[in-house]
């Protein structure tokens, strides 16, 4: 699997948008980019994925580079409970069984 | 409610002793997967089952043990030949075993396991 690399954390302001950015240059023409985040001793849980063309649900926003060498995953207004870990995650539709987590991006969200 | 469980939450062990993590999902999914993670790090994958009576070994296989008798559970066996089992553990399942979008990976709430 192409590999991703992503800030080791970040930090924002309570009530602002946050960009968590992940680089992916070697990615394939079937690798679909996926979301997930860990809030404190618990187990991940699905945040977005797409393809090439940028996303929306309810939870983010994903906007995904023309060349789709990297994405950024958009959260519109930081609350107190988006303080997680963010993964990014290629995943080939095609032989990818499972998801593979690397380190992640630590977000702080300060009052 | 429809969902993964993973039981007991927390669970401690005198070193040298088999335990037996459970992982029970209701959600009909076909795949099922264990992983663990360690303080700081992300998850790295032990095994995975993609159907009922089969299971792969995943990056970090060696010391595990697993069984996937029904659709519905995939017990991990954490053995004593796992020589730094202290750890969290935590179980996923995915509708399909591959392809198609929408194919989100459900987590349980994992189980701390420290061995003595």
């Known amino acids: 699997d192409a590999k991703t690399t992503q800030p080791n954390s970040m930090e924002s302001n309570e009530e602002e948008p946050v960009h968590l950015p992940c680089n992916h240059s070697?990615?394939?023409?079937?690798?679909?980019i996926h979301w997930y985040r860990q809030l404190p001793s618990q187990g991940p849980e699905y945040v977005i994925h797409?393809?090439?063309s940028n996303v929306n649900n309810r939870m983010a926003s994903l906007a995904i580079a023309e060349d789709r060498k990297s994405s950024t995953l958009i959260l519109h207004r930081a609350t107190l409970r988006d303080a997680a870990v963010y993964y990014c995650?290629?995943?080939?539709?095609?032989?990818?069984?499972?998801?593979?987590f690397g380190k992640g991006t630590s977000l702080l969200v300060t009052p | 409610d429809g969902g993964i469980t993973q039981s007991p939450k927390y669970l401690f062990r005198k070193e040298g002793q088999n335990v037996t993590l459970s992982c029970e999902q209701n959600?009909?999914?076909?795949?099922m997967y264990w992983y663990r993670q360690d303080p700081g790090q992300g998850l790295r994958l032990i095994y995975y089952?993609?159907?009922?009576?089969?299971?792969q070994k995943g990056d970090i296989a060696e010391g595990y043990s697993v069984s996937r008798e029904k659709k519905e559970s995939f017990p991990l066996t954490v053995t004593s030949a796992q020589k730094n089992p202290t750890a969290f553990y935590l179980c996923?399942?995915?509708?399909?075993?591959?392809?198609?979008?929408?194919?989100?990976?459900?987590f349980g709430q994992g189980t701390r396991l420290t061995v003595v």
């Open positions: 089952s993609q159907i009922v009576n089969d299971f």
């Open positions: 797409g393809l090439t």
């Open positions: 995650i290629l995943r080939d539709e095609y032989s990818g069984y499972a998801l593979n």
């Open positions: 959600l009909n999914h076909d795949a």
């Open positions: 070697t990615i394939s023409g079937t690798d679909y």
């Open positions: 996923a399942s995915r509708l399909e075993p591959r392809g198609s979008m929408n194919t989100e990976a459900f």
